[in-house]
């Protein structure tokens, strides 16, 4: 029996922040299904998406009324 690596607890840092650098998947479901999905953050993009949301976020702190 073949377990996807989501379901697999060792696969999640601190509970709830899913890392696995050999899961080639950036967007990942989360163990309850319904739930919806959340980022891998082993995967390389990661970086890339969350530093443009960071930076978003203090912009429109800055700049927008």
Do not use: C, Q
């Not at 922040?17 to 163990?31: A, E, G, M, Q």
Request: glycine residues 4%; aromatic residues 16%; without cysteine.
């Amino acid at each position: 029996m073949d377990l996807d690596p989501v379901d697999n607890i060792v696969n999640y840092k601190m509970g709830f922040i899913y890392w696995n650098p050999r899961d080639s998947r950036l967007f990942v479901p989360k163990r309850e299904r319904s739930m919806g999905y959340t980022l891998n953050f082993a995967h390389k993009m990661n970086i890339l998406i969350l530093l443009t949301i960071s930076v978003m976020f203090i912009y429109t702190l800055l700049y927008l009324p």
